[in-house]
């Protein structure tokens, strides 16, 4: 069982190098949607932001903790200006050993995965990165890249409803506080316009009770 699961979806397609993606883009002010971007926001979901292997493999004691890594520093840029909208995404991995005999290469799983504002799994992609540890050495680190493409109409909210959240509201309005997200419509067309990029770990359920519980 993992953590994510998978969907086609001609509206995304995700391409990944050697590691994960981006800016927040919706600006709320008083609970009204005052800019829009369709640009994904980027994160890195508890409790994928790290890993622990263990020596032996079955036990969790703190003395047979092997290597714990740890996924951080992720920054984006997106371009929207085409008919896609592409999403860079950077990030660092930095892990430490126990045992600094030797030099030693560490390859961990992660995913990327593209999820709707509504929470629809709509691509996931698996890759591995690998961690170089030199001879006499506990700690090594390492960079890595995602990318990802969402189609610009699939991102891009109704022109009615971009009207709706985007107007000038002035004082005296009798609708100056009334927030348009408060309209299901209007909530529904924002979440089907905005997309996600989770970037973390692809743990064994396992290790994910392991991250929940320690």
């Known amino acids: 069982m993992r953590l994510f699961t998978s969907k086609a ?10 590691l994960g993606c981006a800016q927040e883009g919706d600006i709320f002010q ?7 971007t369709a640009c994904p926001s980027v994160a890195i979901p508890a409790p994928a932001g790290d890993i622990t292997l263990f020596d032996p493999p079955a036990s969790r004691d703190a003395a047979a903790i092997d290597v714990v890594a740890t996924i951080s520093n992720l920054r984006s840029t997106c371009d929207e200006t085409g008919d896609f909208i592409v999403t860079t995404a950077n990030f660092e991995v930095s892990g430490q050993r126990r045992d600094n005999r030797g030099a030693r290469e560490v390859v961990l799983p992660y995913f ?5 504002g509504n929470g629809n799994v709509v691509a996931k992609r698996i890759s591995r990165v690998g961690l170089r540890f030199e001879d006499g050495q506990y700690r090594a680190r390492t960079t890595g890249a995602a990318s990802t493409q969402v189609l610009r109409s699939a991102a891009t909210l109704p022109e009615d409803i971009r009207r709706q959240i985007t107007r000038e509201r002035r004082a005296g309005d009798p609708l100056a506080a009334v ?13 089907r316009a905005r997309f996600e990029v989770l970037v973390g770990f692809d743990l064994t359920e396992e290790q994910l009770r392991y991250n929940a519980t320690r």
Do not use: E, K, M, W
């Not at 979806?9 to 050697?18: D, H, I, K, N, R």
């Not at 008083?30 to 829009?36: A, N, Q």
């Not at 990327?112 to 709707?116: D, H, I, M, S, Y």
């Open 30 to 36: 008083t609970g009204i949607l005052t800019t829009y």
């Open 9 to 18: 979806a001609a509206a995304v397609l995700l391409s990944l190098g050697l």
């Open 179 to 191: 927030d348009p997200l408060s309209d299901p419509a209007v909530r529904a067309a924002v979440d």
């Open 112 to 116: 990327a995965t593209v999820v709707q």
